[in-house]
């Protein structure tokens, strides 16, 4: 919406009458309308600031009325007389009208003033008073013209461009569709011979003659007339023999009575293109700006890797490839030429990305393509999305419902010795607990003898106790007389002391002269006292000594007692009774346990017996046992669900197979075909053979991935058109040149081709290591600009042409050399170019070298599949691989290829060899020997200036190489085997 | 929480046929008076937040995390030999397991989260994701729109020619502490309210639109009082949650009460526009079923298409019903039996083509009673009314009605 400012530099006056106040009283009875002009003012003056929002009623140009509106009423105004003032027609409730015109734009009229007189005399007396009118309808204008624009970028609406590309697919698609129904309605039923059944859903279904039913194409089989009955699938073919696989499988009488087939056609393919561009109609697609990008070149910028040196393999080319691609925030545009490695760096950048973390899609066009890259894939999760039998036997494993039948047998293995583990501890359970009851019996023995032994202790001490009490007075009495008698021994020794010095000073006096004889009387007296004194001392000594010994005799009389009475015996006896039944207990204790042990040593994880046995750790012992045992119940409780589950519904594996992918691999019709996996988003993209894929296939993947990468060659061949298609387009959209160029390019050639596609969105791998040099450098002048390089410098040997890699076999001179048509008139076949393919294909196989034919017609092919046919004893399959068209040889490499032109006229027609990229992939195959065969005066000779001038360039190499041209009349002898 | 309903720039049709409502209306008991179409201006806040997303557990993954809590496992060598599978298996699941937040902890320490617990328990895969919400307020009074109105189709922009006539916001504004409150509303759950919300803002300053009907009408009752329903997409079609914010701003009313024409001013002008002669109509305003219009058989189209109804012709649709006479509601009669047949037939053939649910034979006989008595004509035959839907191309109507002449 647009509102405009409308400053002017002067006041507004309007005249409201007091009528028109009534009038609207009146006729809106109850709704709060202003009462006088004063109030109509004072609310336009409160929106001065941010101005009062204004309509303009533009039916009568020159006399044009203006509503101002406030939220509650608004004011129809017209112009005075004078038109220099306004005056109001009425006065209302702002009604829906306009508040509508409101939220479409409104003018934001900001006067000087705002001036709301009573009545139109009062006008007269202003002086400059103008309206303002003009700028006012000038900046109505505006509002009318500016629309609004994106409110936001990912929710804008798509540009012109976007819609017209949308609208040009859903046309595609929905011609596409018709054609097939039309094709489907024109399509005749198929008589069905004989029909064998094979199992319960499968059987063998012989026609009346060949029909071309392809492997994995959907059929309905049909009793009546009026309807087809059942639905099938082929799941092998040869000749007119066929084996269909029913989605229903019917009852054998039914199945006898099956009397045609059809092609069962299904529409879903376009319904799920139309939903992918549903998806980018309503940016639903996981990278929100893939549709600017597809349509106006709109890529992210990023830091693109650039690495120009480094090892061998992967070389520098491929690494940048590999870096930019985890790097690139939307599209990598990889032109992969043929021998350049490109699988192989696929699968490396596979890899990396599911290290990340990252879940990626690998999409192709075709089956073969996908299975191409996945078959190599190494050390991460993968899984294929399609029909068994569309997908190659390599990669079958890895189709949803193998993974899981073969993870369920896997698992319900691997889950068997885990649940005899726990079922062993089932049976020994038992056992177990009755080791426990037995041991908390011996644990009750045990504690009897421990406390009988402990009584008897007890008593022993006890009596022990009294015996000692009454001992213990007789030897405190001894002790006591023995302390008494070490008493007086005491004093008698001072005593003698005090004699002894005594004497021995009266001696002294004694020997002085004269007077000593005074003292000899005291010598005596003395001498006598201290002998006395002695003898006492000794005997006292004697007493101690003898008090001792009776102390002593106590004392052992006592230990004696306690130890050897009879009394004494019998309470010993008593112990070591009680002593002897406690080692038993707990003897047995420890063989119980150690019986346990031996039980239960295989159990894993079983608790430890405790290094201390008591009861307290016995009772811990058990409850950790109790404990052990509950949890293994759980887990066999657990196990058994899960093993039940696994049988019972194997099914249950898809959710988490699918999610737990880190690579998935499916066409890109396929990747939407099966809704379990309709939830999947990747985080890339990666898709193969991307300049094969047209527009409406590649966006199933594209809008399912944040990035993508699109691999591919657009130089070789392009996205397959069917002739109905651009027929259809022709007669319906003949002006619409670009549903024809979206259906005959793929977009990763209109990406690639457009010079807006920064470089950082693009690169090449430009060193090829398939074939030799001489072809190659051919190849680069002529498609790639000489940016195709060869990786491998290796000697060229062939058994018929060493030395020279690319020989032209030219058949001009051969008498009958010419083209044929074929009898359908579909495409042309040449039996001279047929017979000399034929023999320079079994003089290799003759030395044992294999060899490929590529012929651009199918008839052509035919005809040389038959003149093998007699001459070797290959299968049709064989065969059908062998030799083929150049549709069918894409992607694939042989040793030695033969390539016969077919075309050769005297007007020089090429048909369709006049599109080169055919031409790039037939002569892009052989790994040593090309051998191409043609009429190169016819071929030179086209009128087509491209195709001749290559053919040129291609007859100049050849002959500069010896043995490099041969006229076809010489081969034979060259070639002998 | 749901998805948001994709948001387009030009949806055709903006809404259901008014007809819808209409009959809604009078099976409520309520007398139509006015219809509005409106275009009523929502804000868009774009909120970011946390939400806990609840979702089917993958068995594998369940007997993962089952594993992990029952059996003490605490290590991918032990719970890949447990449950037979390759430990780089378990290793994926286990990622898985910790990118949705259910296991914490490194090998050998495995343990489940609070929220591995809660899926386990009650065996439900939740995950608490970081999302972008989108939450629309009425943008007259910033009442919060309930977690259905995320299901319909909303427009960005105003659609150039449109009956429909938007409501200007003027200077309403978006508030934030509309979101606070509503964060503290014990009722948040009905809302599209992320768990824990981070961040919030406008997506722009202009509004988006919701296409409804505003439905003017009275109870069918002599004392009946006027009331204002609305009837947007919403399952029933009744918009209970626009309809209160709606009756709270007078605003609004007084925009709806701002007319010049009366009813009768209207529908003279109608046939007048339409030539009619005045003899050819008769209007009674105080009619059974409210305003009633009989009218000349003459008048009628043979059949309802999309361009007539635009143009405001009366048609076959039309008779026996409530239409819509610029915006008042007119029960249209016609005396003419013949034309009263012709319409039962018409709106029969035109109920079981659109109806999306297939009725049953009960549910067609209570539909085709219902019609006539409204008409006043006898019993449709079958036969007829498959002639006519085979006529009209009407596929799944004749299909039905085949099936009943089968019956």
Redesign the interface.
């Known amino acids: 919406m647009a509102f405009v400012d409308c400053n002017l530099p002067h006041p507004i006056f309007i005249a409201l009458t007091g009528r028109c106040l009534n009038k609207a009283s009146q006729d809106y009875p109850g709704l709060a309308l202003p009462q006088t002009a004063e109030e109509v003012e004072a609310d336009f003056l409160a929106y001065s600031a941010q101005g009062v929002l204004t309509l303009v009623d533009e039916k009568q140009p020159d006399n044009p009325r203006v509503s101002f509106c406030t939220p509650r009423y608004e004011l129809v105004c017209g112009l005075t007389q004078q038109k220099d003032a306004y005056f109001v027609i009425w006065l209302a409730p702002l009604s829906l009208r306009s508040h509508n015109q409101l939220a479409r734009g409104a003018v934001r009229v900001r006067p000087q003033s705002w001036s709301i007189v009573a009545d139109l005399p009062g006008l007269a007396q202003l002086s400059d008073s103008r309206t303002g009118l003009n700028e006012i309808m000038a900046c109505w204008q505006k509002t009318r013209q500016s629309r609004p624009g994106p409110i936001h970028p990912e929710t804008a609406p798509a540009s012109a461009a976007q819609l017209a590309f949308l609208s040009n697919i859903d046309t595609l698609i929905d011609l596409a569709c018709e054609v097939e129904l039309e094709q489907a309605a024109q399509q005749k039923r198929i008589a069905v011979k004989e029909i064998e059944p094979i199992s319960k859903n499968t059987c063998r279904i012989q026609l009346f003659a060949p029909v071309g039913l392809r492997v994995g194409e959907t059929l309905q089989a049909g009793i009546h007339e009026t309807r087809g009955e059942f639905e099938g699938v082929v799941s092998a073919a040869t000749g007119s023999s066929l084996t269909l696989r029913f989605y229903q499988p019917p009852e054998m009488a039914e199945l006898k009575r099956i009397a045609w087939l059809s092609p069962k056609i299904s529409t879903k393919q376009y319904t799920i293109q139309h939903a992918a561009v549903r998806a980018l109609r309503n940016r639903e697609s996981l990278n929100p700006h893939l549709l600017a990008l597809i349509v106006e070149n709109r890529f992210e910028s990023y830091s693109a890797p650039t690495i120009t040196n480094g090892a061998d393999r992967p070389n520098p080319a491929q690494r940048t490839m590999i870096e930019r691609a985890l790097l690139v925030p939307d599209l990598l545009l990889a032109l992969g030429p043929p021998g350049t490695g490109k699988t192989n760096t696929i699968r490396e950048i596979v890899t990396r990305q599911a290290a990340l973390g990252r879940k990626v899609l690998v999409t192709s066009k075709n089956n073969k393509a996908v299975d191409n890259v996945l078959d190599g894939l190494k050390m991460v999760q993968t899984l294929r999305i399609g029909r068994e039998e569309v997908v190659a036997p390599e990669v079958r494993s890895l189709l949803i419902d193998n993974l899981a039948s073969a993870m369920q047998t896997r698992i319900l293995e691997q889950v068997s010795p885990v649940s005899h583990t726990l079922k062993a501890l089932n049976a020994l359970w038992p056992q177990i607990q009755q080791n426990f009851v037995y041991l908390s019996t011996l644990t009750e023995t045990w504690l009897t003898a421990q406390t009988r032994l402990e009584n008897q202790l007890a008593e022993l001490n006890g009596w022990q106790t009294a015996c000692f009490i009454r001992v213990e007075h007789a030897l405190d009495r001894q002790n006591i007389h023995t302390r008494q008698e070490i008493a007086r021994q005491a004093e008698l020794a001072r005593q003698a002391e005090n004699a002894r010095r005594r004497l021995e000073n009266f001696r002294r006096l004694n020997q002085i002269p004269v007077l000593g004889p005074l003292f000899i009387g005291a010598v005596a007296q003395w001498s006598e006292r201290f002998q006395s004194i002695t003898q006492h001392n000794q005997q006292i000594s004697q007493e101690i000594r003898h008090s001792r010994q009776t102390t002593h005799r106590l004392w052992q009389a006592y230990q004696r007692f306690i130890t050897s009475s009879p009394q004494a015996s019998q309470f010993k006896q008593a112990v070591e009774q009680a002593e002897s039944q406690l080692a038993i207990a707990q003897a047995e204790i420890t063989q119980t346990l150690t019986q346990l042990e031996i039980q239960t040593e295989s159990l894993p994880n079983a608790p430890t017996r405790p290094p201390i046995i008591t009861p307290t750790t016995l009772s811990a012992f058990f409850l950790a046992w109790q404990n052990w045992r509950e949890l293994q119940t759980r887990r066999q409780a657990l196990l058994d669900e899960w093993r039940e589950m696994l049988q019972n519904r194997p099914q249950v594996l898809y959710p988490t197979l699918i999610r737990s992918a880190e690579v998935i691999g499916a066409t890109c019709i396929g990747v939407a075909t099966d809704a379990r996996f309709e939830d999947l988003d990747f985080d890339l993209v990666i898709a193969d053979e991307a300049g094969q894929i047209q527009v409406m296939d590649l966006l199933v993947p594209l809008v399912r991935a944040r990035r993508a990468i699109l691999v591919g060659d657009h130089l070789q061949l392009p996205p397959l058109v069917e002739a109905e298609i651009a027929q259809k387009i022709r007669e319906n959209e003949p002006e619409n040149q670009e549903l024809g160029e979206w259906l005959e390019k793929s977009l990763f050639e209109r990406l690639i081709e457009r010079p807006t596609t920064p470089a950082s969105h693009k690169v090449m791998l430009n060193t090829q290591y398939r074939m030799p040099r001489q072809i190659a450098d051919f190849i680069s002048a002529q498609f790639y600009a000489g940016n195709y390089q060869t990786g491998h410098q290796t000697a060229h040997t062939d058994v018929f042409f060493s030395g020279s890699p690319l020989v032209f076999v030219d058949t001009m001179k051969e008498t009958r050399h010419f083209e044929q048509r074929a009898e359908d008139g579909q495409g042309y076949y040449n039996p001279t170019e047929a017979r000399l393919i034929r023999d320079i294909f079994l003089a290799y196989q003759a030395r044992g070298i294999e060899a490929g034919v590529i012929v651009p017609y199918k008839k052509q092919a035919e005809i040389i599949r038959r003149e093998l046919r007699h001459q070797t004893e290959w299968n049709e399959a064989d065969l059908q691989n062998r030799v083929a068209t150049v549709d069918s040889f894409q992607g694939k490499e042989q040793d030695v290829i033969l390539f016969g032109f077919t075309r050769s006229n005297a007007a020089g027609r090429i048909g369709f060899l006049a599109e080169l990229r055919r031409l790039n992939v037939s002569l892009t195959r052989a790994r040593q020997q090309l051998i191409l065969v043609g009429d190169s005066v016819s071929l030179a000779g086209t009128p087509d200036p491209q195709f001749a001038t290559l053919i040129k360039s291609l007859l100049e190499s050849v002959k500069k190489t010896p043995k490099g041209y041969f006229y076809a009349n010489e081969l034979p002898r060259h070639l002998q085997p | 929480m749901p998805t948001n309903y ?2 387009t ?1 030009s949806p055709k049709p903006l809404l259901y046929s008014h007809y819808k409502a209409l009959d809604q209306v009078q099976e409520l008991g309520f007398i139509p008076v006015r219809l ?1 179409r ?2 009523y ?1 929502l804000w868009r806040v774009r909120v970011s937040g946390q939400q806990r997303v609840t979702a089917e557990f ?4 369940w ?1 993962l995390e ?2 992990v809590q ?3 496992y605490k290590s991918i060598a032990e719970l890949a ?6 430990p780089a ?1 378990v290793q ?2 286990v ?2 397991a910790r990118q949705v937040g259910h296991l914490t902890g490194q090998d050998e320490h495995l343990m489940l989260t609070p929220l591995g617990l809660d899926s386990v328990r009650e065996r439900l895969r939740y995950e608490d994701r970081e999302i972008n919400a989108e939450l629309y307020f009425d943008a007259l009074g910033n009442f919060p729109l309930t977690a259905e109105h995320y299901k319909i189709p909303i427009l ?3 659609p150039d020619k449109t009956p429909f ?7 309403h504004t978006w508030n934030v502490t509309a979101l606070e409150q509503l964060l503290q509303s014990s009722q948040k759950t009905q809302f599209n309210l992320p768990d824990k919300i981070n961040s919030a803002e406008l ?2 300053p ?1 509004p988006v639109y919701l296409p409804v009907y505003f439905v003017e009408a009275r109870e069918n009752k002599p004392s009946g009082t006027l009331q204002l329903m609305i009837f947007s997409q919403v399952r029933g079609l009744r918009d209970p949650v626009l309809e209160y914010a709606v009756n709270r701003d007078p ?1 609004i009313y ?6 010049t024409n009366s009813r009768a001013e209207s529908v003279q002008r109608y046939f007048e526009q339409s030539g009619m002669k005045k003899e050819a109509w008769y209007l009674n305003e105080e009619g059974q079923w409210g305003a009633q219009v009989m009218v000349d058989g003459d008048f009628f189209l043979p059949g309802p298409t999309a361009n007539e109804e635009e143009s405001g012709r009366l048609t076959l649709r039309s008779v026996g019903r409530y239409t819509l006479i610029y915006d008042w509601c007119i029960w249209v009669m016609c005396d003419d039996a013949t034309i009263r047949n012709q319409a039962a037939t018409e709106q029969l053939i035109e109920w079981l083509q659109n109806v999306n649910i297939r009725p049953t034979e009960f549910e067609v006989q209570q539909k085709i009673t219902n019609v006539c008595q409204r008409l006043s004509v006898p019993p449709i035959r079958p036969q007829i009314a498959l002639s006519q839907a085979r006529a009209k191309g009407f596929s799944r109507a004749a299909e039905r009605l085949a099936e009943l002449d089968d019956d």
């Open positions: 994709p948001a720039s509005f409106v275009l201006p993958d068995e594998l993954e007997y089952r594993s029952e059996t003490g030999a447990f449950l037979g599978l390759e298996f994926r699941l990622d898985l960005e922009t105003l006539q938007a409501f200007y916001h003027f200077d997506t722009s202009e605003q007084r925009a709806l009460k701002a007319r």
